[in-house]
């Protein structure tokens, strides 16, 4: 089984700025990994897949980038509704594994 | 619109079986596998397993073999996830989601299962 580690646990960001959220996999998934945002009482929300191609809807201040085995989600202007728990996902292989999580949170 | 609609919260005994409902409308049902996801209570995502709406094949987690079943009817363009011997750790929030080009792009609002005695 893939292993999927987020960093950091919580990452506290003031708006406006810019904020970087690392996912790695434990062994190589190439480019099958999908990033996803979700707020308290709601299910979660695709942002990107295939590392770096953002989903339908989703603004362009969200980047994804990365290959085999590292992974980054940068949101490049935090707003004030882009403070969440942000998932990451590998689809290299069944089963497929999420991250614990990154609590995006307002400084 | 495309949406996937989830029967609704359940409450259960330890040993008991649930059976979770996920109705797709807006697309077509038999294009698009479906996962199941749950998320215990202030915890993270947890995959269960993946069904092919077209055929009824499935692959489960290691975890959940045994104990879950996923099936499909396409009639009603539903499927449906059964958990058995259900105990106090499988009380969570369980979601079905459509895989399109490898992420889960849509979800269902979630059904929340609680195993009490």
């Known amino acids: 089984e893939i292993v999927m580690t987020q960093s950091p646990a919580t990452l506290s960001v003031s708006p406006g700025e810019r904020a970087t959220l690392s996912c790695r996999a434990s062994?190589?998934?190439?480019?099958?990994l999908a990033w996803y945002q979700q707020k308290p009482g709601q299910a979660p929300r695709l942002l990107i897949y295939?590392?770096?191609t953002r989903a339908t809807g989703i603004p362009a201040r969200f980047s994804g980038s990365g290959s085999g085995t590292e992974f980054t989600l940068t949101i490049s202007s935090l707003q004030s509704e882009d403070f969440a728990v942000y998932y990451c996902?590998?689809?290299?292989?069944?089963?497929?594994?999420f991250g614990q999580g990154t609590k995006l949170e307002i400084k | 619109q495309v949406q996937l609609v989830q029967s609704g919260a359940e409450v259960k005994k330890p040993g008991a079986s649930v059976k979770v409902s996920c109705k797709a409308s807006?697309?077509?049902?038999?294009?698009?596998?479906m996962h199941w996801v749950r998320q215990a209570p202030g915890q993270g995502l947890e995959w269960m397993g993946i069904?092919?709406?077209?055929?009824?094949?499935?692959s489960y987690a290691q975890k959940f073999q045994g104990r879950v079943t996923m099936t499909r009817d396409t009639s009603t363009s539903t499927v449906y996830m059964e958990l058995s011997s259900l105990r106090s750790e499988d009380t969570a929030v369980y979601y079905c989601?459509?895989?399109?080009?490898?992420?889960?792009?849509?979800w269902g609002q979630g059904t929340t299962v609680t195993v009490s005695s």
């Open positions: 996902q590998q689809y290299n292989n069944w089963p497929y594994s």
């Open positions: 069904i092919n709406p077209s055929g009824g094949s499935t």
């Open positions: 295939g590392a770096s």
């Open positions: 989601a459509r895989v399109a080009l490898g992420g889960m792009d849509v």
């Open positions: 062994q190589s998934v190439s480019s099958n």
């Open positions: 807006g697309y077509t049902f038999t294009s698009y596998y």
